[in-house]
């Protein structure tokens, strides 16, 4: 974990398995370019939950890439998402300290937060003030070597109940995605 000099909270997860990672995401063709069938995918998973945003989400060393994206308005640029906040940048990538999916890489759990201000330690993360965020609800992608890829979320700038049946769905949602990842690599698709 990295600490905040000011606060001492703890921030964004040491993540020992990032090389590996990039690694597997290249032998896979993954993380490095927006997919048609990640953003119908987000689609849907926004669908499911009511959510406005959901993305797929590939985590590097140093970045995060949206392959899949919904916003409210249909636009897979990201740019709503940033509009919540003045001149934030945020398209389909995003900085490894910025938001929540490096921590459920990191743990391998699928992560809740109904409201991110109840956890003084997801409080305090840039996505809260920059982009407004306010709610979080992630599971990892595990593929078939161990590997965490990185997640599907969804988000919104209001708290969400998001409870134990939009944990469920998450992690359901999550493992049909790797599913449909496993059927690619093996030519299926």
Known sequence: MTYDPTGHLLLTPIDKDAPSRVQRL????????????????????????????????????????????????????????????????VSRYMARDHGYCPHVVVRRKALVLEDVCDYPRFAGNPVVDEIGIRSYLGAPLID????????????DTEPRPWGRAGLETIKSMAAELIEQIHRREDGRI
């Open 26 to 89: 290249r032998q896979l063709g993954l993380g490095e370019h927006p997919d048609p069938a990640f953003d119908a995918f987000a689609d849907r998973l926004a669908e499911v939950t009511g959510a406005p945003f959901s993305m797929v989400n590939f985590i590097d060393e140093n970045r995060q890439f949206f392959a899949g994206l919904h916003t409210p308005t249909g636009t897979h640029s990201g740019s709503e998402l940033g509009a919540a906040a003045a001149n934030s940048g």
């Open 144 to 155: 078939r070597t161990g590997m965490a890829l990185g997640t599907i979320c969804v988000v």
